[in-house]
Structures are given as C-alpha cells and as structure tokens.
Nanobody
Framework: QVQLVESGGGLVKPGGSLRLSCAAS????????VAWHRQVPGKQREYVAI???????DYAGFVKGRFTISRDIAKNTVYLQMDSLKADDTAVYYC?????WGPGTQVTVSS
C-alpha cells in the first residue's frame, strides 16, 4: 500500500501563503488522481481540491482562486499552493490517493 506524507504546514497570518507538499512512497501519482481534504476538530473532513491522472484540476468553491493544486510526477509529489489565507482555512490538511491518506499537516491562520 502506498504511503503518503504531507508537509509544509505551519502558522501564517491572514492574507499570507503556504505551500503544502504530499510525497508518495511510489510512483502512484502518475496514473491516479490525488485529492486534498481538510478537517477541523469536531467537524467533518471536507474536500479541498483534486488533480486527475491527466492533470485536470477541480476545487471546492471556498478555495477557488486562492488555492492551486499541481504535481511533479518525477518527484512523486503533489502540491497545494495556498494564497490569501483566511482564519477559516485553519485545519489539518490531508492528501489522499487510491484510498490511502497521509497523517496530515496542521495549517493555522492567525494574527
């Protein structure tokens, strides 16, 4: 089973940016879609963005125009560039592929 590891989270001020990375233990990203979800304690995990095997992308309405998902197949890595961050974006962010999910990375947006 593929292992996924997220990184790049941290504390940022409102309006700031972060780039999250999702690294895979194998070349699974070459032929499969990869999604980012997020979860706030006490709330359901919610969909953020996805990049398909062909490179097509889709975003949740609340991040459109602010977040960009991309990938580097040679590095087995998918990225989530997050700009114009808001306090409401505070959550643990997870990447998933073929039923596997990473442990998550905490993003905190606060002044």
């Amino acid at each position: 089973q593929v292992q996924l590891v997220e990184s790049g989270g941290g504390l940022v001020k409102p309006g700031g940016s972060l780039r999250l990375s999702c690294a895979a233990s194998s070349g699974i990203f070459r032929n499969n879609a990869v999604a980012w979800h997020r979860q706030v304690p006490g709330k359901q995990r919610e969909y953020v963005a996805i990049i398909g095997s062909g490179g097509n992308t889709d975003y949740a309405g609340f991040v459109k125009g602010r977040f960009t998902i991309s990938r580097d197949i040679a590095k087995n890595t998918v990225y989530l560039q997050m700009d114009s961050l808001k306090a409401d974006d505070t959550a643990v962010y997870y990447c998933g592929c073929q039923g596997s999910w990473g442990p998550g990375t905490q993003v905190t947006v606060s002044s």
